[in-house]
């Protein structure tokens, strides 16, 4: 197992019962054909609890197996950080081309703004075609709105450094204004 996984198991250990949770993780150590089919189930059967979909997913996308990417969309817009970080790690090595499509849709969601962070660093992550236009637009819009969500703006504009697009240097160059920006967007415009 790796990393990720270790901590995913024992974060879930507090809402999961141990025998059912040691199955689910000898499935996911096996690692073929057969485990990965019944790890699927987990995703679409009825009643399964939480817990189980995001061991299950996370094993699926690291895996590349594309069956785990709407339970893991859904686990990227969860309220719960942890979930949302997992999520965004299988996502990324998931490998599917939906992905950055669906990222900046999470992104771009003004009601969900405060749930944004995953979304924003998956799309820094992926490098997409989508990834700059909508890290320069979900900035923008917290630069002028009433509410800042200063994690989500500093995300953005880290992830506009880390892409070094020469697009980003006016929005970059207006988040200067603000001191809880100043120095990740004079960070991120020395990346242009």
Not at 100 to 129: M, S
Request: hydrophobic fraction near 45%.
């Amino acid at each position: 197992m790796d990393d990720q996984l270790q901590t995913l198991a024992r974060r879930v250990r507090g809402e999961a019962e141990r025998a059912e949770c040691e199955r689910l993780l000898a499935l996911v150590r096996r690692g073929d054909r057969a485990a990965h089919d019944e790890l699927a189930l987990v995703l679409t059967e009825p009643g399964r609890p939480l817990w189980m979909r995001e061991i299950a997913a996370y094993a699926l996308g690291c895996a590349g197996d594309r069956r785990a990417f709407e339970t893991l969309v859904f686990l990227l817009n969860y309220r719960d950080p942890a979930r949302g970080a997992t999520a965004a790690a299988a996502l990324a090595r998931l490998g599917d081309p939906r992905t950055a499509r669906a990222a900046a849709t999470l992104a771009t969601n003004e009601l969900r703004t405060a749930y944004a962070l995953h979304p924003i660093r998956l799309l820094a992550q992926l490098g997409a075609p989508e990834s700059v236009p909508v890290l320069i637009t979900t900035l923008r819009r917290l630069l002028a709105g009433p509410d800042h969500y200063w994690p989500i703006a500093r995300a953005c504009a880290e992830g506009l450094g880390q892409l070094g697009d020469p697009r980003a240097r006016t929005v970059l160059t207006a988040a200067r204004e603000f001191d809880q920006l100043r120095a990740v967007a004079d960070k991120a415009l020395r990346c242009l």
